[in-house]
């Protein structure tokens, strides 16, 4: 009976342990999602404000 319990209780307490580490490597990853995210946004609004300023260069050129 002792060495049951004795298992039980490392088996919770690995298994606290297995959680915790995916709840901090879950985390760690939607924070990096999140800034990817907002990477990828930023590149995004960039790329079309420089097509935007080469139409209207296309456009006064053409006049």
Do not use: T
């Not at 580490?21 to 990817?36: A, G, M, S, T, Y």
């Not at 590149?43 to 935007?52: F, G, I, P, S, T």
Request: net charge positive.
């Amino acid at each position: 009976m002792e060495k049951f319990i004795f298992g039980l209780a490392v088996g919770m307490a690995g298994g606290a342990l297995i959680v915790a580490n995916n709840c901090k490597l879950l985390k760690l990853v939607r924070k990096n999602q999140e800034e990817f995210m907002k990477k990828a946004e930023q590149y995004v609004d960039e790329k079309l404000d420089a097509l935007e300023k080469a139409g209207e260069k296309a456009l006064s050129k053409s006049e």
